[in-house]
Structure formats: C-alpha cells, structure tokens
C-alpha cells in the first residue's frame, strides 16, 4: 500500500489516549449535512467549555473550533466512498488537535491530491486571494476555500495522508487539523 502526505509531516502522528473518539456510521438513515452540524457542535461545546468564565472567549472559541470541525466533517461526507467516518479531537495545551479518517474513491483521491498540491504551495492568504479571484471569474467549485480558510485565517496547520487500497480501488483518507486556542 502506498502512503502519500500533504501538508506538515509532523502532524501525521496523533496521540488519541486522551481524545474523544467518534464514529459517523453508514446506515439506514444514511450520512447528510446534519450530522456534520449536529457533531461540530458537540465537539466544539465540549472544548469550549473550558472558557466559560469568559463569555467572549468561550464564544470565539466555540466558533473557531466549530468551523474547523464542520469544514473538515463536511469535507469528509461530501466525498467519502461508502462507510464509516472516524473524528478524533483533543485539546492540549493552548491546542485544539483533530483527526478524521474516511475512504474516498481512487478518482477522488487524485482531485483531492491534486488540489492539495496547489493549496499547499506558497502562504495561504496569497492563495486564498488567487482562489476566490478564480472562482467569482468562473463557475467552478471554488476547490479548496474552506481549506484556505482554515489556514490563512484561522492559523490551522493541515495535513493529508492518503493510503492506497488498490484491491478496492479506494484510499483512505486521514486528514489532520492542529488550531491555537491560547487561553488569552
């Protein structure tokens, strides 16, 4: 199986011992938009928590967080091949950690990769710029906005990492997130 990652190489490697664990299932009711909602919420509600003696930071907090794990659930949902969709998030210090890990079909994977080659080039505000210049000049699908987002704006650093299943003619797909939530 071949392993391909994106992005910053150091946040490949997640400590889940203290990380609350959670599993969007495939089922009868079938994953949609809803659950992307309904689970950041929860995600960023229990990582805010800790703010709330200041209602100004519990809320930016909250916010951030909910953002972060929205775009990245999302994400996930939209493009996943059939199966379960894992989240993994930690707090740690003055940062917020998230991995989610999904199966994407091979085609799939190479859009998203080479999407990824682009937006992973260069300062992310400067891309963010490019892209929203490019997509209010086309009608396109403004790949990777969210993603620029999350880095030019919210300081997130990201990575990819994508594993070939080639029997299946799949990959799967651990996306990592890390985003400073300093006490201040």
Same mark, same amino acid.
């Given at each position: 199986? =071949? ?104 085609? =799939?994977?190479?859009?998203? +990769? +080479? ?5 992973? +080039? ?52 651990? =996306? ?9």
């Amino acid at each position: 199986m =071949t392993k391909v990652l994106y992005g910053q190489e150091h946040l490949a490697s997640f400590d889940t011992t203290r990380a609350v664990q959670l599993r969007l299932l495939d089922g009868p009711l079938d994953l949609a938009w809803k659950h992307s909602s309904m689970t950041s919420d929860f995600i960023a509600e229990m990582i805010a928590l800790r703010f709330r003696p200041s209602k100004r930071r519990y809320n930016q907090v909250r916010h951030d967080i909910g953002y972060l794990t929205n775009e990245l659930i999302e994400n996930a949902i939209k493009f996943r091949a059939s199966g379960e969709i894992a989240i993994e998030a930690v707090a740690e210090g003055d940062n917020f950690k998230m991995r989610v890990s999904n199966f994407i079909d091979s085609e =799939t994977a190479a859009k998203f +990769q +080479q999407v990824l080659s682009n937006i992973t +080039q260069g300062d992310p505000s400067d891309l963010l710029i490019q892209q929203i210049e490019a997509s209010a000049a086309t009608i396109g699908s403004g790949s990777g906005l969210g993603l620029l987002t999350l880095m030019s704006d919210y300081q997130t650093d990201l990575a990819w990492l994508f594993e070939e299943d080639s029997p299946r003619n799949r990959a799967k797909l651990e =996306t990592y997130a890390v985003m400073p939530i300093s006490p201040s």
